[in-house]
């Protein structure tokens, strides 16, 4: 029940004809990253590293190594559906411009498809019972530029930008190709980095089919709607976000970011609703010890609640993580919504970083 639950979500947008879709490639809101998600997503300014492909394409330039890898991996829906990321980035002319890539899949395996289950004359044949996997694909390529190179303390402006394409596909069912683009910017000031993100920025356009021979006799005699080919549109969201970094002797730092999401989709249910633009902000905590031992936290989806009352209330979800790097090695892990205190589950989260000098 929960698989079949779970694919009707992600065949929302496939069964929908042209137009423009509120939660439209919403996989690509989730994030990446375990020291993003133990900051509640607030990393706008501060990233830093290879995931800055997703985040902010802008922070490639600041990466303390001439190339990074990284992977994560996590499950939500009791494991149920998969969520996995892959990443590298590399310097290049001489050491001005970043190049990376980045894939992103998240999926529901092995559905079973009953649609075959019951023959013509009316018998149950289990044999005849298949199962197929619902899942979203994205590859985003990334490109970032700092005048100055690789000179991440140093004050001054760095500009990026993705090109990313998406691939969405339910089975034999019906699959989508879609196409888009994000743009960044990260300014440092001192002991400031201020920052500005668009994503789909020119809204982004996913192409779905169908396959005629999967949707039989079975699919009109039970009264299910024949879905036609169609396409969606993603629109803008643009991400505004100012960090602070204060170091306390040799030993301590503390890095505090506060993000501003503002969606351009209609009125969604955050703490600033307003239609047709929202905005949803979210803050976040890093302090490490010699940049090597880092505890993260940081709060986000903050929404009104009405009870049967009608009185009003506010849910927050928090979460805390944990990172280590030795030497060229690195591994974060992130718990989302601590305490329960939202509708959402918690999950834990675990990546890995790799830094490569030449």
Not at 130 to 144: G, K, L
Not at 215 to 229: A, E, K, L, R, W
Request: proline share 3%.
């Amino acid at each position: 029940m929960t698989k079949r639950f779970l694919l009707l979500l992600l065949t929302i947008p496939f069964l929908a004809q042209a137009q423009t879709r509120k939660y439209s490639n919403e996989f690509l809101q989730i994030g990446i990253g375990s020291r993003a998600f133990g900051m509640s997503g607030s990393v706008a300014s501060s990233t830093n590293d290879v995931t800055s492909g997703y985040w902010n394409p802008a922070g490639l330039t600041r990466m303390r190594t001439n190339a990074q890898a990284s992977l994560m991996h996590s499950s939500y829906f009791a494991g149920i559906a998969k969520y996995d990321y892959a990443g590298f980035a590399t310097f290049v002319a001489d050491n001005t411009a970043v190049v990376g890539v980045s894939v992103i899949r998240f999926g529901v395996d092995d559905i079973p498809d009953t649609s075959e289950l019951i023959s013509a004359d009316g018998s149950i044949n289990y044999d005849r019972v298949r199962s197929f996997s619902a899942a979203d694909y994205a590859f985003m390529f990334s490109y970032a530029r700092n005048h100055k190179g690789r000179q991440k303390d140093e004050d001054g402006l760095s500009y990026g930008a993705n090109v990313k394409v998406i691939h969405r596909k339910v089975g034999e069912y019906g699959k989508s190709w879609g196409f888009g683009f994000d743009v960044g910017a990260q300014y440092k000031l001192k002991n400031f980095i201020f920052s500005a993100v668009g994503r789909d920025i020119t809204t982004t356009f996913n192409a779905w089919s169908y396959n005629p021979d999967k949707f039989g006799s079975v699919y009109t005699t039970t009264g299910n709607d024949i879905p036609q080919n169609s396409t969606e549109t993603t629109l803008p969201r643009i991400i505004l976000g100012a960090a602070y970094y204060k170091a306390f002797g040799d030993k301590f730092g503390l890095t505090t970011e506060t993000n501003l999401n503002l969606t351009t989709d209609g009125q969604r249910n955050v703490l600033l609703s307003a239609d047709p633009i929202s905005i949803d902000p979210t803050i976040g905590l890093e302090a490490d010890f010699k940049k090597t031992v880092y505890l993260r936290s940081g709060i986000g989806n903050i929404q009104k609640i009405s009870d049967f009352e009608g009185k009003q209330t506010y849910s927050i979800q928090p979460n805390i993580g944990l990172g280590i790097r030795i030497k060229n090695f690195s591994i974060d892990y992130a718990l989302t919504n601590v305490g329960n205190q939202s509708d959402a589950l918690y999950s834990n989260v675990f990546s890995l970083r790799l830094d490569f000098e030449r």
